[in-house]
T-cell receptor, first 114, second 113 residues
Framework: GDSVTQMEGPVTLSEEAFLTINCTYT??????LFWYVQYPGEGLQLLLK?????DKGSNKGFEATYRKETTSFHLEKGSVQVSDSAVYFC?????????????FGSGTRLQVQP | NAGVTQTPKFQVLKTGQSMTLQCAQD?????MYWYRQDPGMGLRLIYY???????DKGEVPNGYNVSRLNKREFSLRLESAAPSQTSVYFC????????????FGPGTRLTVT
């Protein structure tokens, strides 16, 4: 079956540090890839997405590139802020009727210290 | 435009009690989903509805039933709650357009004692 693997957290960084959260996937076919963010006490919000190989998704200073060769979709940000502290989920989905639901990674908690 | 709404926000049940979690979306989306979130496990799909009138099992359907009441509403029922069903439950919806994202509700935190 399809699966998503993320680096374990928590990841603790100082403000203005560089962030990378690794994400790799296993799937039959070519899924769409997503990063969702969950702030404390809230639901999930889409951060960025990419629908085909070599696409780069970007939003709020975060970016991730869909790499088919390495089946990866790593999340990066050049300079994190305290307000970026949250749990980040990598996910995939297809357009097939039976596989439209998201398959999530286990999430990576990011803590940014001032 | 409220997006995806869920009720209740919090609920405590005793083992064996039943309850229904409600979800509604006002975005005219075709597909709706129920997930549960447990620590260290991400979100796991319980049931989904690809369109009005259809429902299908996801990864962890045991102990749950669903109803797609109409295009807007998708409810999740626990007939006889068990402590293993203590979790945070999220409803989501999606338009069905290629590559479209899912929109999530704020979640229901359920504790079964």
């Amino acid at each position: 079956g399809d699966s998503v693997t993320q680096m374990e957290g928590p990841v603790t960084l100082s403000e203005e540090a560089f962030l990378t959260i690794n994400c790799t996937y296993t799937a039959t076919g070519y899924p769409s890839l997503f990063w969702y963010v969950q702030y404390p006490g809230e639901g999930l919000q889409l951060l960025l997405k990419a629908t085909k190989a070599d696409d780069k998704g970007s939003n709020k200073g975060f970016e991730a590139t869909y790499r088919k060769e390495t089946t990866s979709f790593h999340l990066e940000k050049g300079s994190v802020q305290v307000s970026d502290s949250a749990v980040y989920f990598c996910a995939l989905s297809f357009m097939d009727t039976g596989r439209r639901a998201l398959t999530f990674g286990s999430g990576t908690r990011l803590q940014v210290q001032p | 435009n409220a997006g995806v709404t869920q009720t209740p926000k919090f609920q405590v049940l005793k083992t064996g009690q039943s309850m229904t979690l409600q979800c509604a979306q006002d975005m005219n989306h075709n597909s709706m989903y129920w997930y549960r979130q447990d620590p260290g496990m991400g979100l796991r799909l319980i049931y989904y509805s690809a369109s009005e009138g259809t429902t299908d099992k996801g990864e962890v359907p045991n102990g749950y039933n669903v109803s797609r009441l109409n295009k807007r509403e998708f409810s999740l029922r626990l007939e006889s709650a068990a402590p293993s069903q203590t979790s945070v439950y999220f409803c989501a919806s999606r338009s069905g357009v290629a590559g479209s994202e899912q929109y999530f509700g704020p979640g229901t935190r359920l504790t079964v004692t």
